[in-house]
């Protein structure tokens, strides 16, 4: 029983940590994530592509390194592992900022900040959905979330704003 609440509170204490990480990233790096929207608002199957190959290219190694046989190698590949999703979090923050920016059109009176977090937990709960969300939501946001992640942080294109735009 007490692996049963140990595994829940885990999870739990997951679930409320998630939307403060993403917006972590759109507060620490706002026009990064800022770019990663504005590729997902106009070019979501691009980035989901994108995201595809580069997947692709990154889950080589991180199986080589998974399958080592030896603890440096396999320590190399959960770092590699842990380095994608958490830079993948520019992505995501970008996907949040997106449903963010939908519910405020949709809403009176929010600023960007309650938008956002709304957004981001609307990401969550979708994610957490059983089986659509495991198998479809989780897979098809990691997909887009790293390529708009790619294309955020290899754009030329410099935003003026300082400040985490959303509206």
Known sequence: MADVQMIFGILLLLGIAFPGMLTA?????????????????ES???SFWVGLVVLIILAIPTMVL???????????????VAAI??????????????????????SDGLS???????????????????????FIVIPLAIIASLGATAFALFSKKKTVEAEPAIL
């Open 44 to 46: 979501p199957w691009k």
């Open 85 to 106: 999703l958490t830079v993948n979090g520019i992505g995501a923050a970008g996907i949040a900022a997106k449903m963010g920016l939908l519910l405020a059109k949709r």
């Open 112 to 134: 960007p900040a309650s938008a956002f977090v709304r957004g981001a937990v609307a990401l969550e709960l979708a994610a957490v959905f059983p089986l659509v969300g495991w």
């Open 66 to 80: 998974l399958s080592a046989g030896g603890g440096v190698g396999q320590f190399l590949g959960w770092a590699l």
């Open 25 to 41: 990233w759109w507060l620490l790096f706002p026009a990064t994530v800022e770019r990663a929207q504005t590729r997902l608002d």
